[in-house]
């Protein structure tokens, strides 16, 4: 038979240039060296055709596989960068064969970096046999550049992808780059084990990908991504659905430096947990995503610290047993320099009921608004006791802020109380912190007890062009060495 016959030129473009072409014949599979216009290797496996001629580019290069299925029964490993491209997903299909499970951890492991696109990776979890678990695909070093794209990658009998990268702490020239694009991610209903595993990732993004459970339910890791952090990750235009677990699962981890999760649609009603945990990070970005699942949380941010913080356009759904109290965002115990809350959809379910659910934002330098059950348009503080120094010292000073974060127009109300001695003045200092740390403050004395509110000039004494209140702060101070005069504050106003 002649390679004319073999080879059907006309289904790959003449403007892309191909090292080597892979196809079947009868059960016979051929790689074709488009530079010399021969067949250099044939074998009854076909990933032993594509070793070698992985094997026959030290360099690296190009490696088209036509259309049909391809029985993997030898892994694929390289350690030089390479591409390997198919006709389609569902056209090129590479299955993994049962005695794979005895040769290596992995269907394609790509040491060296690559690009794969175009192809189906069917893990074949059924024809693997207990306990051997196989990765579809990945890599067990760190390679510069790992772009998966255009891919369904399916029936792991261990992960669809293991990344066990090393990273870099610190982002630096050269660094790992992992870039998973346009992929169909289908686990097997009882088998498998992380959607996509890795170690710590330089620069990480993942677009536009399907992850369907399948019904699994993991009892560790993630639902879609479980890795030990990332310089930079950006989770954009994902969807993931159809796992049930009982477990403390998370959906993805969202771990150190910058972080943006855009776009993304985590619907996970029969999971016990639809939360993406958070830990220290100088950005993160988390924008018009829809979060559901079988819990009264679905966001929970604490003991960590940030530099901006922007949460934005969620659609959040939690469901809790008739009985618990559902609340879908809660931020607490943080450190943040600049942080924004805002036009957050959350709902929970108590029951079959469903309310408009509560978010927590119990931290400074946040700016929280327009979240339907959260209401930041105003403020109030009724009964706020002062601590009165003495010796013309002030107490210590009590604070007053917002759920939004900012104050915009404060009024307020001073009311002495006790017993004034002889000669007696309580002067109340309310102070002002702007956004930037500077402060403005005014002052309020009495002789006598009594009550009085700030008046139209008070407050305009306390605003700043083009700066935000962030919090009031109000002391007080007698006179006399001692006293027995009380002091209280009201306070409400738009936030």
């Known amino acids: 038979m002649s390679i004319a016959r073999l080879i059907d030129k006309t289904v790959i473009s003449p403007t892309l240039s191909y090292d080597y072409i892979i196809y079947q014949d009868g059960n016979l599979y051929f790689a074709f060296n488009t530079k010399t216009n021969q067949i250099d290797f044939v074998n009854i496996d076909a990933g032993t055709v594509i070793q070698q001629a992985i094997n026959a580019l030290p360099n690296g290069g190009k490696i088209f596989i036509k259309g049909g299925v391809y029985s993997i029964s030898e892994a694929v490993i390289s350690n030089v960068y390479v591409e390997i491209i198919g006709e389609g997903i569902d056209v090129t299909i590479l299955k993994c ?11 394609f492991q790509l040491d060296g970096g690559g690009y794969v696109s175009d192809l189906t990776i069917d893990g074949n979890a059924d024809g693997i046999p207990s306990p051997n678990n196989v990765h579809c695909i990945g890599c067990a070093a760190s390679p510069p550049l790992f772009i998966l794209e255009r891919l369904k990658i399916k029936n792991a009998s261990g992960a669809l992808i293991y990344l066990n990268t090393g990273g870099n702490a610190i982002p630096s020239i ?12 289908q686990h097997h209903p009882t088998k498998g084990a992380d959607t996509i595993a890795s170690g710590w990732l330089d620069y990480a993004i993942f677009e536009n990908i399907d992850a369907n459970g399948n019904g699994y339910s993991p009892t560790g890791g993630a639902f879609l991504l479980d890795d030990a952090g990332a310089n930079t990750k950006v989770v954009e235009k994902c969807r993931v659905y159809n796992y049930s677990s009982t477990a403390n699962v998370p959906v993805i981890n969202l771990n150190q430096y910058k972080q943006i999760l855009r776009d993304n649609i985590f619907y996970l009603p029969n999971a016990a947990v639809c939360e993406i945990p958070l830990s220290n990070a100088d950005l993160v970005i988390m924008e018009n995503n829809y979060m559901e699942a079988g819990t009264p949380i679905s966001l929970s941010i604490t003991n960590i610290t940030f530099k ?5 356009g969620n659609n959040l759904v939690g469901h809790a047993p008739a009985g618990y109290g559902p609340n879908a965002i809660v931020i607490q115990n943080l450190t943040v320099n600049r942080g924004i809350v805002e036009n957050n959809s959350v709902w929970g379910y108590s029951g ?38 003495t010796g013309g010292a002030y107490g210590s000073a009590s604070t007053i802020t917002s759920p939004s974060g900012i104050i915009t127009y404060p009024r307020i109300k001073i009311t002495w109380g006790g017993t004034f001695g002889t ?27 009594g009550s009085l509110w700030l008046t139209d000039d008070d ?37």
Not at 174 to 185: A, E
Not at 427 to 436: E, G, K, L, N, R
């Open 97 to 107: 064969a049962y005695t794979l499970a005895n040769q290596s951890g992995f269907m």
């Open 174 to 185: 050269g660094s790992q780059v992992v870039i998973l694009k346009d992929l169909i991610l």
């Open 308 to 312: 901006d913080l922007i949460i934005r």
């Open 352 to 389: 079959t009921t469903l309310s408009s659910a509560g978010i927590a934002v119990l931290v400074p330098n946040v700016r929280v608004k327009n979240n339907p059950g959260w209401d930041t348009g105003n403020f109030k503080t009724s009964g706020l006791s002062i601590s009165v120094g």
């Open 423 to 449: 000669g007696e003045t309580v002067t109340v200092q309310i102070t002002a912190v702007y956004s930037d740390g500077t402060t403005a403050s005014i002052t309020k004395s009495a002789t006598a007890t």
């Open 459 to 495: 407050v305009f004494a306390l605003i700043a062009q083009g700066k935000d209140i962030t919090q009031l702060q109000v002391s007080a101070s007698s006179n006399l060495a001692s006293t027995s005069v009380t002091v209280t504050v009201n306070a409400y106003g738009k936030a």
